[in-house]
């Protein structure tokens, strides 16, 4: 479950799929064949998420394998879980955050100590919840916020156990908005995972 302060948790809004998308994230922390099984059988037959995939690698600033740096392994699992969906999307159908058909999504990346890493999405529409999970429990001192159409960055707020959230209200959000996320890298090269529900007004 997701786990706040009731100072944060004022502040923002989510649901119970966010929760329990945040939650299953959580699990891959402990980084072994036996959580990853379990999480990959607590998502496959759940259709309300897609995978994030339209944030792009930074090259440069995020880990690569060869760095020995530890992750979740999100993105494979999610690859796998999207593949055996029926019916199958046909070639060229990207599934990403912008699909009309989800309100939520997930990626993992990663950024180097010290660095930052910027993704933008578009698609959203309505009130939204960004949520990043670090993959370790005490955050790293990562930090991350969001700008709306390059507007003022609004931060996100420190939920503890590693996980940071924002919510932005509806006005000036729409299909053809670009939100910039940014990510600054703390003490150590890190991992870590963004989901997002999209409201789209309803």
């Known amino acids: 479950m997701l786990m706040m302060s009731a100072a944060v948790f004022a502040q ?13 994230v959580c699990e891959l922390r402990q980084a072994d064949e036996v959580s990853f099984n379990h999480v990959r059988e607590l998502l496959s ?8 995939n339209e944030t792009r690698y930074v090259r440069g600033r995020e880990c690569s394998p060869s760095d020995g740096v530890p992750g979740f392994g999100l993105n494979r699992l999610l690859s796998s879980i999207v593949t055996g969906r029926k019916p199958l999307h046909v070639h060229g159908d990207m599934l990403n955050g912008e699909d009309e058909r989800y309100q939520y999504s997930l990626y993992e990346h990663s950024v180097h100590a010290g660095t930052e890493v910027s993704y933008t999405v578009y698609g959203r529409e309505g009130r939204q919840c960004f949520v990043l999970v670090a993959f370790d429990a005490d955050g790293g001192d990562l930090s ?12 996100f707020h420190d939920a ?23 990510v600054r890298g703390g003490t150590r090269d890190q991992y870590f995972v963004i989901l997002n529900h999209n409201t789209r007004g309803r």
């Open 144 to 155: 991350a916020s969001i700008a709306v159409n390059e507007g003022v960055p609004v931060p």
């Open 12 to 24: 923002v809004q989510t649901d119970s799929e966010l929760n329990f998308l945040v939650g299953a």
């Open 45 to 52: 037959p759940d259709t309300e998420w897609t995978p994030m």
């Open 160 to 182: 503890g156990n590693g996980i940071l959230i924002v919510n932005l209200e509806p006005s000036g959000i729409d299909l053809n908005i670009p939100l910039t996320i940014n």
